[in-house]
C-alpha cells in the first residue's frame, strides 16, 4: 500500500494538476471541440468508403458478395463522391471548427474567424493549377497545418481587436457591413503574410507548407506507432481517470490530430492499394484499449450482473447496457473505481494488457489496421469490425480480450465484493436491531 499511497500522492498533487491544467487550456479545448464538429462528416465518409470496398475476395461465389463488388466496381467514382466530399476534405471542417470554437472562446464573431481560418488554410495549401484547387493536403496530411492556420487566424484577429487596429463604421451601418470592413485589415494581412511565406518556402524547399509541417511532426506520428507510446499515453488516461479527471477527455484531446492524420495516410493507402501503414488509430484505442469505455470496465460490468452484493449486481444491471455502448461512468463513478485501491490494479493494467495483446497481433497482421473511423459509443466487438474495413479477425480479437479483462478484474473484484457483503451484512444488522428496538418486524 506505501506504493500505492506514494503514485496517488503523485498523481493528485503533480500530475492531476498540470492534466487539468493542460486539458483547460483554451487551444488545446479549441482543437477538441473542432475535431469534434469535423467527427460526423469523417464517419460518413469512412461508411461511404466500406461501401465502395466490399469486404470480399475479387473471386467470390457468395451471391450477395458478387452482387456488391460488380455494382461497387461498376459504379464507383460515384459511390466515392461522398466520400471525397466528406472523409476527402476533412481538414476544411477542422479548419472551420477550430477556429469558430477558439473564436467563440475568446467571445468574438465565430463565423468570420473560421472563414479567415479557412482562406488561410487554403492559401498555402491549395494554390490554384490548371484552374482547379488540389485536394492533396485536404486529407490527413493536413490536419496539423489546418490547426496551426486556425490559431493563426483567430489569434490575428484577437491582437488587432486588442490594440484597436480596424476599420470603424458609423454606428448607424448595420452590424453585418461592420463586421465586413472590420475583417479587411486582417484578410491583407494574411495575404501579405502567409503568401509570401508560401512562396518562399516553394522556392527555397521544393514544397508547400504542408509539407514542411508534416516532416517537422512526422517523427511524432511516427512516435505513436510504437507500444510504449501507447502505453504511456493510455497509463495518464487511467491515472487521471482514477484521480477523478476526465483523463479520456484531456488525452484524446491531445491525440486527435495524430489520430486524425494516421487514418487519412491508412485511407488513402487503402484506396490506392497499397500497404496500411499506422497503428494506432482511433478504433485502435476505443475498440482494442477500452473495450466498455476506460479501464476496459465492460468486464467489470459483466461480473456485476452475477455479484452477490446488492449494491454491485443493482449497478451491475444498470451498467452493462450503457457499457456495452462503451459508455462506463456509471460504473467508475458508482461502484466507485475513483480512489478505490481495490479496482485500482486492474482498471490501470487491463487497458495495457489489451493494448500489448492487441498491438502485437496488428503488427504481426492477425489483424488489420483501422480505415474507418466510427462513432466512440459503437460497441467494441462492432467497432473493430467496422473499423478495419468489416473484417472478421477482429471480432475474435475483442471477444478474447474480453475474456482475458475478466480474468484480470475477477480477483480484485471479489476481494471488492466481499468487503461489500460484509458492510451489507453490518447495515442489515444495524437495521434489525433498529427495528426490534422500535418493535417493528425485520423486513426481509
Not at 470554437?101 to 488561410?120: H, Q
Not at 497499397?274 to 476506460?294: A, C, H, L, R, V
Amino acid at each position: 500500500m506505501k506504493l500505492y499511497d506514494k503514485l496517488m500522492h503523485v498523481v493528485e498533487t503533480k500530475v492531476a494538476p498540470m492534466a487539468a491544467k493542460v486539458g483547460s487550456q483554451i487551444h488545446v479545448r479549441a482543437m477538441r471541440d473542432g475535431f469534434i464538429t469535423a467527427m460526423p462528416f469523417i464517419i460518413v465518409g469512412s461508411f461511404i468508403l466500406i461501401f465502395a470496398f466490399p469486404p470480399f475476395a475479387e473471386d467470390t461465389t457468395n451471391a450477395f458478395g458478387r452482387a456488391w463488388l460488380d455494382f461497387a466496381t461498376e459504379n464507383f467514382d460515384a459511390i466515392m463522391m461522398p466520400y471525397n466530399m466528406s472523409m476527402g476534405i476533412m481538414t476544411i471542417f477542422v479548419s472551420l471548427g477550430v477556429a469558430y470554437s477558439l473564436a467563440r472562446a475568446y467571445m468574438m464573431d465565430g463565423i468570420t474567424c473560421a472563414c479567415l481560418s479557412l482562406m488561410s488554410f487554403l492559401l498555402i495549401c491549395a494554390p490554384v493549377t490548371d484552374g482547379a484547387l488540389p485536394a492533396n493536403h485536404m486529407g490527413g496530411t493536413g490536419i496539423f497545418t489546418a490547426v496551426l492556420s486556425a490559431f493563426f487566424a483567430v489569434e490575428l484577429v484577437r491582437f488587432l481587436q486588442k490594440h484597436n487596429i480596424t476599420i470603424k463604421m458609423p454606428e448607424q451601418v448595420p452590424p453585418a457591413i461592420a463586421r465586413c470592413f472590420e475583417m479587411l485589415i486582417p484578410v491583407l494581412i494574411i495575404f501579405m503574410t502567409l503568401y509570401p511565406l508560401s512562396l518562399f518556402v516553394q522556392s527555397q524547399s521544393g514544397m508547400l507548407i504542408p509539407d514542411v509541417v508534416m516532416d517537422l511532426f512526422r517523427p511524432l506520428v511516427s512516435a505513436s506507432n510504437t507500444l510504449p507510446a501507447i502505453i504511456g499515453a493510455l497509463l495518464l488516461s487511467q491515472l487521471l481517470w482514477f484521480a477523478g479527471i476526465h483523463g479520456a477527455a484531456i488525452v484524446v484531446g491531445l491525440l486527435s490530430p495524430i489520430f486524425l492524420t494516421n487514418i487519412g495516410a491508412n485511407t488513402a493507402a487503402f484506396v490506392a492499394g497499397e500497404p496500411i501503414p499506422n497503428i494506432f488509430t482511433q478504433p485502435f484505442w476505443d475498440f482494442y484499449i477500452f473495450i466498455g469505455g476506460s479501464g476496459a470496465t465492460l468486464a467489470l460490468a459483466i461480473l456485476m450482473v452475477f455479484s452477490r452484493s446488492v449494491h454491485l449486481r443493482s449497478l451491475g444491471r444498470m451498467s452493462a447496457v450503457p457499457g456495452f455502448f462503451q459508455i462506463n461512468e456509471p460504473i467508475i463513478f458508482g461502484a466507485p473505481i475513483v480512489m478505490n485501491p481495490m479496482l485500482f490494479v486492474p482498471f490501470v493494467f487491463a487497458p495495457i494488457v489489451n493494448a500489448v495483446i492487441a498491438f502485437t497481433a496488428v503488427k504481426m497482421g492477425f489483424v488489420g489496421m483501422g480505415v474507418a473511423t466510427t462513432p466512440w459509443t459503437t460497441p467494441a466487438i462492432i467497432g473493430a469490425s467496422w473499423g478495419t474495413g468489416w473484417t472478421f479477425a477482429p471480432v475474435l480479437l475483442v471477444v478474447g480480450l474480453l475474456i482475458i479483462d475478466l480474468l484480470i478484474y475477477l480477483p480484485f473484484f471479489k476481494m471488492f465484493e466481499k468487503q461489500l457483503l460484509e458492510d451489507e451484512k453490518k447495515v442489515a444488522a444495524e437495521q434489525e436491531q433498529q427495528d426490534a428496538a422500535e418493535g417493528t418486524p425485520a423486513t426481509a
